[in-house]
Structure formats: C-alpha cells, structure tokens
C-alpha cells in the first residue's frame, strides 16, 4: 500500500487511488508526492469556521513544468481523482491551500517559479505561478530596471498568477490586477494547452501587449473558476513616476465616510488620484500599529465605541484612514496636491505626508504598497484577537457615501450580534468599492467558530437580499456565495464545466462549480 491518507477521494477505492499515486511519482519523482498524514500539515491551516476534516485533501503533487501537468491530467482522468491546483496557497482570509472538498490532491505549483520574461521597454511580465511578489521584486531590484507592480496587502508570500486569477486587487495605478493581465497559458482537463489572446499564434511576439486575439476572449472564463490550471500569465508592469506623493488623510467620525467618498469619487473617476484609494477604518490599522485589542477591551463581546474612540486618541488613528498617492511628475503633482489640501480641508481630514510618516508601522507599509514594495505588514491583523480564525467578507458597492454608511452600519449591527468587532476597509475603484472585512476569531474555541459561521451566513444573505454580490468568496461558503448569482448564470458555468471537464477532476466546487 502507498497510501496513508485518511481523505480518500470520494468513489475512489483505496486500491486505485494508490496505483494513481505510484503513477504520479514516476511522473514527478517520489520526493515531489506528498501522502504521509504529518507532511500534509501545512496544506491543512486554514483559518476557516470549520472542522478541518471537511477540507482534508488526499495528497499533494508538486510538477515542475506543463508537460508534467498534462501527464498528471491523464492519470487524474483514468482514475477520476480530482486535483485541486494552487500557486503558493497564501491567500489566507479566503481558504489558503485547502480543497473546497474533501479527498482531493492539492497540486502545489510552487516548483514552478520562473519569471520568463521582463520587457523593460514594453514595460511587460511573463511569470509562471510559483513566482512570489517578492522574487518579482528582487528580479527587478537586480537588474535596476526602474518598474513597478500593483501587490495585496499580505504580499511578500503570494504570488501575481494566483492573485490575478481570483481577481485580487491592489494599491497602485495598476491595482485591478486582472485587468492589467495580458495572455494566459492554460492546460486542460484533458491535457491540451491552451494560450489565450495573440499567444494562440504561432510565433507570437505580441502575447503580452494585446489582450484581445481574434474572436471571443477566452481569458476571463479561467478565473475564479475551475476550467482549466494556468501554467504562465503575462502582467503590465508600470514606469516608475519621476514623482510619487503618498498621502494619508485622518477623520475622526464613522460618519464621515458618507463625505470621504463623493469627495474623492470625481478624483478617481477623473484620474486626479490615479490608483487605488483605501478607507481603513480604526480597528484595521490598530492591530498594524500594533494596538493590543486586551488593552480595551477583555470582556465578552464586540470592543465597544468608546473604546474604539480611546485607541484613536491613544495611538493617533482617525476613525477613517484614506490611503492614496500621486504619481506623475512634480510640476503635475503640485497642481493636484492643491486640489487633495482642498478636499482635506473642505471635509474635515488631516493630511499626514510620507516624511509626517516615519516611525508609523501602520503608515509605512502602506506608503510601501502604493509603490508596488511587497511586505507583510497588514499580517498584524491576526494579533487582533488571536486563536488563528480569519474569514474575509468581501461585498461590493457602488463608490457612494450613503452606500458604504449603509453597508458599514449593517456589517458591524450583524458582526456585534454575534460579538465580533467591526474590522474592515473600503478599496474605491473607478466607480465601484471593494468592502473587505475580516471577521477574525477564535479557532481554539467550537463555541466561536458556531458564532462565526453563523455571522458570516448572515452577513452573507443579509447583504444578498440587499443586492450587495461578494467579489471574492471563502472556500468554506463558495456554494453559498454562488448560489446569490442565480440559477442562469450557474448553469453556464455547468455547462462549460462539462464541456472543458467531463470527468471533473480540476477543483470541484471551486467558487460552487462541479458536475
């Protein structure tokens, strides 16, 4: 026997889940197959409100390269064994490397981490899924080629394929990542590699500069979603301003995010700030200041106003912190940072500049961000409460100021009913704002995990019925979150499952997809 998993995939016999896994070595090498129970550890933390059990994966395969990948498919597709890819399984807050269901082999592809190409005159990237924000950054650092990319939050350990791929988004001018995607390499479930955009060509040179191709643009169908593995993504990468101005801008009232918004919605509509503005509220920055939440608060419960305003005063953090940056030359960045002290005054905000910045962890990290600087700064979030449980609540709403009032009002009632705090930010898009909250507890406790899938299932259908979609989704509830899109659109998403994955084998259930 080969096998020592626990997760056998469902309607897979031990017998022939172990000759899968004797085919899969002789692909990849016996040191690149992971079955033992106490190796599979790492692929297990997640950080989600539920047993680990239902996440438990079977095995874990580690290819090199395409070829291996289209040989894993063949054997996944003669025993049926479903494999479930991911690039550095970091993203944390939404299910890390953990299957959406039980039994299945994680195909880890952190082997495959070569930066392929860098255009410094076309300013384009060609990387494959393994490759971290961080190796990206060294490469570009020594080589002293004076370009910059857009990164999440919690950067250093992901990587750009992955991020894109779930539609992350980030803090420059470049900061709706997929959008700054150019051509995709995908293997299919049945082994075929498909190359999207102008890389169907043969001879392509321009693969990473048009996005489109000829006919229907395929790109798209490839994220969030589970059609096929992407093996290589191309990126825009963005000239290095002669002038960057980060700012912060402080406000001292929840209520002020009605005026934060329709003030800075023109400028980000009309590109006067160019990249992508947050609005961080108070417990979001407090725990990356670093603030001890047990310092205000040690009683049951979520931590009340009053204390939230006293970690204000303390540590000097505004009820609302608007991060956000000019990048041009100077004399274009002294015409609008006239514009940026008029609205800061005309709302009531204290502007705080980079050099106002130094010594501020919370401020630095941010600055550090706008310019594309990996770092793991915005981790200190999971010091908050402690006990290892994050779930991201991730709706969308319009970039209206009585819109994120009203969201931000019914995220905190639903989150203190179940005796969570209110921890969240907006990102304001051109015309949209992503509304991320991390609903952060206690793992330790089965108590508080109850509580927390219970929060999150109300915070979900309650912000449903309202008409607020989740732009991301955590593992643990993509059925849910998929089925708040309706029967129409769920049923295309089948068929082209059927169409690509007639076995399903790639990710079932990966943002409710499966057969």
Not at 53 to 65: I, R, Y
Not at 199 to 223: C, H, R
Not at 390 to 396: E, M, N, R
Request: charged share 25%; glycine share 10%; with cysteine.
């Amino acid at each position: 026997m080969v096998s020592k998993s626990k997760a056998l995939p469902k309607g897979v016999s031990a017998a022939d889940f172990d000759k899968a896994v004797r085919e899969i070595r002789a692909i990849v090498g016996d040191e690149h197959v992971v079955v033992d129970e106490d190796k599979l550890a790492p692929y297990r933390k997640i950080m989600m409100p539920v047993p680990d059990e239902q996440h438990e994966l079977s095995a874990s395969v580690m290819p090199d390269g395409v070829e291996q990948i289209q040989r894993i498919m063949k054997v996944a597709n003669k025993y049926r064994i479903p494999v479930y890819p991911v690039s550095t399984g970091k993203n944390l807050g939404y299910g890390s490397a953990a299957p959406v269901q039980r039994g299945q082999i994680v195909m880890d592809l952190r082997r495959m981490n070569r930066i392929i190409e860098v255009d410094p005159e076309l300013c384009t990237a060609l990387v494959e899924p393994g490759v971290t924000y961080q190796q990206l950054y060294d490469y570009l650092q020594e080589h002293k080629l004076p370009l910059w990319f857009s990164c999440p939050a919690p950067s250093a350990i992901a990587g750009p394929v992955g991020n894109m791929v779930d539609r992350g988004v980030g803090y420059t001018p470049y900061g709706e990542h997929f959008l700054f995607s150019c051509g995709m390499e995908v293997v299919l479930a049945d082994g075929k590699v498909l190359r999207t955009g102008m890389g169907a060509m043969e001879n392509s040179n321009t693969w990473q500069v048009f996005k489109w191709g000829y006919g229907p643009t395929l790109d798209g169908i490839f994220t969030q979603s589970n059609f096929g593995v992407v093996t290589k993504m191309g990126m825009w990468l963005m000239p290095a301003p002669p002038d960057f101005r980060p700012f912060c801008i402080q406000y001292p009232n929840e209520t002020d995010i009605t005026k934060i918004v329709e003030a800075l919605r023109p400028l980000r509509i009309a590109m006067v700030i160019p990249n992508a503005v947050v609005i961080a509220h108070t417990l979001w920055e407090a725990p990356c200041t670093p603030v001890k939440r047990a310092d205000y608060h040690t009683g049951p419960g979520a931590i009340s106003d009053e204390a939230v305003k006293k970690i204000q005063a303390d540590h000097n953090i505004g009820a609302w912190n608007v991060y956000a940056g000019l990048y041009g030359t100077k004399e274009t960045n002294d015409a609008n940072w006239k514009i940026i002290e008029a609205v800061a005054a005309g709302t009531g905000g204290k502007i705080i500049t980079q050099e106002q910045s130094k010594g501020s962890k919370a401020l630095e990290y941010r600055f550090d961000l706008m310019k594309g600087k990996p770092n793991l700064g915005e981790f200190g979030l999971y010091n908050w409460r402690g006990g290892g449980g994050s779930i991201w609540f991730a709706p969308v709403s319009q970039a209206k100021g009585a819109e994120t009032l009203k969201q931000m009002q019914m995220a905190k009632t639903i989150l203190g009913k179940y005796g969570f705090d209110y921890v969240g930010e907006f990102i304001v898009g051109w015309r949209d704002m992503h509304h991320v909250i991390d609903l952060l507890y206690d793992r330790s406790k089965p108590e508080e995990m109850e509580k927390a899938y219970a929060c999150y299932d109300e915070l979900l259908h309650t912000f449903a019925k309202e008409g607020y979609g989740m732009y991301r989704a955590n593992t643990a509830f993509a059925e849910k979150v998929a089925a708040t899109y309706g029967p129409v659109k769920r049923d295309v998403e089948k068929r082209l499952k059927k169409a690509l994955d007639p076995n399903n084998i790639i990710a079932p259930g990966r943002c409710g997809i499966s057969l």
